[in-house]
């Protein structure tokens, strides 16, 4: 079973100022509150290709787990770890930026849970073309689309034979709902969720644009630099 979600979105801002605050937008929860939920982020790789002059770059970010609680309370301890209060997750982040062509796409999904749902969110940053009252070189478009798949109701399944008595009790609802039905369930809650994120995440990268556009960006990266000073410090 696969669900996909699609937004478009309009930036009042050129595209090297949006493709700079996608960048510092976990970077520091002053200046962007509604990343609060973002643990840590590091850089894995980043390099520029020597014939496309395009920047790679691959970060992982650890987030408080975005799970919606009623999949924690749907399914047993054994298949969720424990409770959902204490959840984290692990996110990978790929993006190429053609600053030339004037573009960018990323691809961030998460590498655990994979096996209760599979989220893909894939992002198209470009320079709008010109038409009737557009100043394309002041704005830039992007295109967000996220894939939900779910192989939940596979997996437990097959696990059916070897269920514990603790986890007994939830192979009567695999065979009242049947795998499909498990899938679309966990799937449409996790798209729920995530339209309200996206949301969220859309404030937030509003937020760090304004204050490049008020303070600059040395003002910016001079905030940043400070306060982790003050938390080295501590």
Do not use: C
């Amino acid at each position: 079973m696969v669900l996909q979600h699609s937004t478009n979105h309009t930036y009042s801002h050129p595209f090297p100022t949006v493709t700079l605050a996608y960048f510092l937008r976990y970077s520091s929860p002053n200046l962007n509150p509604f990343a609060a939920h973002v643990l840590s982020t590091d850089t894995i790789s980043s390099h520029v290709d020597p014939d496309t002059q395009r920047l790679h770059t691959t970060r992982i970010h650890l987030k408080k787990s975005r799970m919606p609680g009623a999949v924690y309370k749907l399914l047993p301890a054994s298949v969720t770890g424990g409770g959902a209060g204490d959840k984290a997750s692990y996110i990978l982040e790929t993006s190429v930026v053609d600053i030339k062509a004037g573009w960018m796409r990323t691809e961030s999904r998460n590498l655990n849970f994979t096996g209760v749902l599979s989220v893909v969110e894939k992002q198209d940053f470009s320079i709008p073309s010109e038409g009737a009252g557009r100043a394309p070189s002041l704005e830039t478009d992007v295109k967000t689309s996220v894939i939900f798949k779910s192989r939940l109701g596979e997996k437990l399944r097959g696990k059916l034979g070897q269920a514990t008595a603790e986890d007994g009790w939830f192979s009567g609802i695999i065979g009242g709902w049947g795998t499909k039905g498990i899938q679309r369930s966990i799937e449409s809650m996790a798209s729920t969720k995530t339209q309200a994120q996206l949301g969220k995440s859309r404030d937030g990268m509003k937020m760090v644009l304004e204050r490049i556009r008020n303070n600059g960006v040395l003002g910016v990266l001079e905030a940043i630099r400070r306060e982790r000073q003050r938390q080295l410090a501590v």
